[in-house]
């Protein structure tokens, strides 16, 4: 505010730059870290600027699946995080990918399957 009591021009907000930012939780001892509980330490909404809230990783957790492994991120699309390195108990590699849509695989048979034609002939 000026000294008039009305509010000067605003300032332009400022985009953060993720590679300035650092992110710990201080409630979480960093010697328990292991490659089994890596992830869940990161995937905290409101906490780690880095976990986006509408992830597929997210809506696991919202579904009450305890366990977010890569076999149930895999029938999902969406942003995901996946633990793809640990060197306990220091060193974590979370990745983030994006997978729009992923290959379907189907186990019936096709009706034009070894060389048979539309016709039958």
Known sequence: MSGDGQAGPAEPSREVDMFEL????????????SAHNALHYFCQPGINPFYDRTSS????????HQIIDAERLEMMTGKEY???????PVLHLIQVSTPFAR??????SCPFSRGTSATGA
């Open 22 to 33: 650092s992110w710990s939780d201080p409630r979480f001892p960093v010697q328990e870290l």
């Open 103 to 108: 290959p379907m695989l189907f186990a019936r």
């Open 82 to 88: 996946v633990v793809v390195f640990s060197q306990p």
């Open 57 to 64: 990783n997210e809506r696991l957790k919202q579904m009450n």
